[in-house]
């Protein structure tokens, strides 16, 4: 069956950095595109970023982190990143990953990010 699990979350300061990770299982990696998600609490879950499917990997950001976040894929470890830097307070959330267009989602990893 269809896996995606993240890893990556945990406490970080105010101008910190983190990367997350997404592992899929049980699809075709490659020809996917996939995506992050956060909820913030008492929040609707929000889009984040995507990459597109194959080695090119066009990407598409929400304003609010262009130029501090970066998505990326290797297609080999079927396992997408969000690289996150420059972090702030509203960054704080749980973040999911998702293939795009399919009701396949991970658990989620909490981030915190301290003031």
């Known amino acids: 069956q269809v896996q995606l699990v993240e890893s990556g979350g945990g406490l970080v300061q105010a101008g910190g950095s983190l990367r997350l990770s997404c592992a899929a299982s049980?699809?075709?990696?490659?020809?996917?595109?996939m995506a992050w998600y956060r909820q913030a609490p008492g929040k609707q879950r929000e889009w984040v970023a995507t990459?597109?499917?194959?080695?090119?990997?066009?990407?598409t950001y929400t304003n609010s982190v262009k130029g501090r976040f970066t998505i990326s894929r290797d297609n080999v470890k079927n396992t997408a990143y969000l690289q996150m830097n420059s972090m702030k307070p509203e960054d704080t959330a749980v973040y999911y990953c998702?293939?795009?267009?399919?009701?396949?989602w991970g658990q989620g990893t909490q981030v915190t990010v301290s003031s």
């Open positions: 998702r293939i795009l267009n399919s009701y396949y």
């Open positions: 049980g699809i075709i990696f490659s020809i996917n595109t």
């Open positions: 990459i597109s499917s194959g080695g090119g990997g066009i990407t």
